[in-house]
C-alpha cells in the first residue's frame, strides 16, 4: 500500500525560498519515478517536475527553470522540491505523485497512479 503525505507549505512573499517534502511509505518508492504537479484555483492540475527512480534525471515545466529544484532521498523516502524566486503566480495546492513503471511521458498526470493529498503554496506580491 502506497501512501504519499506532503508537508512544509505556507504563506510566503514574493521572491522567498520554500521547500515542501513529500514522504512516501509502502515499498514501491525506491524503483519508482516521481513527480510533483499543481492546481491553482480554478484550473487543472499541471505539472511541475518528475524526477527518476535514481535522482540523476530530472524534468521541469518551463515556467519553474532555474528557479525550483526536485530531489529525492531513497534512504528516507522522501521527495522535495525546493522552490526559490517564488512568485504570485506559482500560488497553488502542490502534489506529489508516484509514477507508473515504464511510463516515457512524465509531464502527464496518466503517467501517475498513486497521489498525495496536497499542500497549499501561497505566494503574495
Known amino acids: 500500500q502506497v501512501e504519499l503525505v506532503e508537508s512544509g507549505g505556507g504563506l510566503v512573499q514574493a521572491g522567498d525560498s520554500l521547500r515542501i517534502s513529500c514522504a512516501a511509505s509502502?515499498?514501491?518508492?525506491?524503483?519508482?519515478?516521481m513527480g510533483w504537479f499543481r492546481q491553482a484555483p480554478g484550473k487543472g492540475r499541471m505539472f511541475v517536475a518528475a524526477?527518476?527512480?535514481?535522482?540523476?534525471?530530472?524534468q521541469y515545466t518551463d515556467s519553474v527553470k532555474g528557479r525550483f529544484t526536485i530531489s529525492r532521498d531513497n534512504a528516507k523516502n522522501t521527495m522535495y522540491l525546493q522552490m526559490n524566486s517564488l512568485k504570485p503566480e506559482d500560488t497553488a495546492v502542490y502534489y506529489c505523485?508516484?509514477?507508473?513503471?515504464?511510463?516515457?511521458?512524465?509531464?502527464?498526470?496518466?503517467?501517475?497512479?498513486?497521489w498525495g493529498q496536497g499542500t497549499q503554496v501561497t505566494v503574495s506580491s
Open positions: 524526477i527518476s527512480e535514481s535522482g540523476g534525471s530530472t
Open positions: 505523485a508516484q509514477r507508473r513503471g515504464h511510463e516515457y511521458i512524465w509531464s502527464a498526470l496518466s503517467a501517475y497512479d498513486h
Open positions: 509502502g515499498p514501491t518508492f525506491t524503483t519508482s519515478g
